[in-house]
């Protein structure tokens, strides 16, 4: 049975870091696209980054850039979602998920459906 565990949440100041894992059993993720997502509380989920699985290529949403890293461990079975420089706004449940496809144009919001396996999140609270 495939499944994805999220682990690294917690509670963090402004301008803090946190790094995120997303750990995978049961399969591997060398031959999928991988996301991570967030939603905050009365908001929709939001394509956070998204990663190939075989290429390592990343890409992020531009509420993330150049503050979010997302990486793959040579055994392709954990992802991580190093988060600097977090603000207020970044509060949120972070979810991981596995899709086939290009991972640039699933971290399109219209694609959020080609995702098939998610994780339970994590949850990041950064006070101000």
């Known amino acids: 049975q495939r499944q994805l565990v999220e682990s690294g949440g917690g509670l963090v100041q402004a301008g803090g870091s946190l790094r995120l894992s997303c750990a995978a059993s049961g399969f591997t993720l060398h031959y999928w696209s991988i996301g991570w997502f967030r939603q905050a509380p009365g908001k929709e989920r939001e394509g956070v980054s998204t990663i190939s699985g075989s290429s390592s290529r990343t890409f992020y949403s531009d509420s993330v850039k150049g503050r979010f890293t997302t990486s793959i461990d040579n055994a392709k079975t954990t992802v991580y979602l190093q988060m600097n420089s977090l603000k207020p706004e970044d509060t949120a449940v972070y979810y991981c998920?596995?899709?086939?496809?290009?991972?640039?144009?699933?971290?399109?919001?219209?694609?959020?459906?080609?995702?098939?396996?998610w994780g339970q999140g994590t949850r990041v609270n950064v006070s101000s």
């Open positions: 998920a596995v899709g086939a496809g290009d991972p640039e144009l699933l971290l399109h919001p219209a694609n959020v459906g080609d995702f098939e396996v």
